[in-house]
């Protein structure tokens, strides 16, 4: 256990819950704003959803007529990247692998071809940076794409970072900033009553106060006890099954994320890749099941035929923190310091510069920004309530 936050005496401004990378981002920005900052993780840091990430900043492949607001949040996050990406490693001398690499969608057969032909119209009806390729133009940017390929789309915009180098980066800063983080220490509860919340409870029994809390416990925000019924929100984990790969021969079999309806595949530039990913309703499920490994290989292989050659690394799974409506919650709570910075579901490892920018602000002017009122955690009020 790491006790460095017990050297302090005094009590921090802020209690961080959760060290994945919205909860350590947020220490981070607020330690370097002047914040006294604890941070509370209750394994190693970066440990469970950040730690299997696929690492794509992708908010115009993955976007959907039914969620715009989470689109433009998307998009204001992937602005913020090169600068957030550059600070972090002037901070603290980590690189976190952000790579301008570009993303292509394909359709591997005619049903997909039709279904990729809808999503370019859908792109081009919300003016985003999208060009329909056909598939000898998609084969001269990536060689290695099956000669079978029926089209692709070319998303310029939509990049890619490495999840794991973000968390050491991001710890390392926050760290360097003066927070305290507290891996092995797990959080109980929150201290206080239905009117404030004045600090935490630790596993351990020892009390914390703090000025105000964020939780960013990920996939398990909602079970912390002593959250009043008016500020409660209901999480739940969507599981997601993914592999690492890696080619011997070093880089070169693909330089932009490649993906389809079925598979993505992310090259991190240095002959890795990684395939992802299943979407899972399971509970807290974190099997790894031969089904899942056979069909996500088989359709990136149907993609890029090359991958049946790749040593496979690793295959896990992780728990995507979600709400109903599938959008983060960020800021201030109906009870005063309580704040929420969870539900990132498929986009945590976007959303992490904008999440912390906004928590942020709403810590220092008590509200959240106007321009992001879709995200409040109020919205839920009723909901858990009723
Ligand atoms: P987590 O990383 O889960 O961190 C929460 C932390 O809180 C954990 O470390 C946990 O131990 C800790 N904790 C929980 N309870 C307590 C407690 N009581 N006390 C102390 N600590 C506690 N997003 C993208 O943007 N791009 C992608 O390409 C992408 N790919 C993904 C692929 C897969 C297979 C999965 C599963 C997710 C993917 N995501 C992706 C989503 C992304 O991983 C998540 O949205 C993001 O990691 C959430 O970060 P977090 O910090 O909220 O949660
Ligand atoms: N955004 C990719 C995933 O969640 O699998």
Sequence with gaps: MDLAYKDDKQSPDLAVVGGGVIGLAIAWRAAQAGMKVTLFERGELGGEASNVAAGMLAPVAEASLAEQEILALGRQSAALWPEFARQLSASCGLDSSF???GTLMVATDRDQAVALDREFVLRQSLSLPVQRLRPSQARQLEPGLAPSIHAALNIPGDHTVDPRALTAALSAAAADAGAKLASNTAVAGLLGSADAITGVTLASGEEVSAGAVVVAAGSWSGQLEGIPAQAKIP????KGQILRLRDPAGPGLATRVL???????????DGRYVVGATMEELGFDTTVTAGAVYELLRAAAE????VWELELQEASAGLRPSTPDNAPVIGPSLVPGLHWATGHHRNGILLTPITADLLLAALQSGELADSASAFT???FASTVLA
């Design 377 to 379: 955690a109020k919205r």
């Design 303 to 306: 993609l890029l035929p090359g």
């Design 99 to 101: 790579q301008e690499c």
């Design 235 to 238: 999480v739940r984990p969507v």
């Design 259 to 269: 993906r389809t309806d079925e598979v993505y595949v992310v090259p991190r530039g």
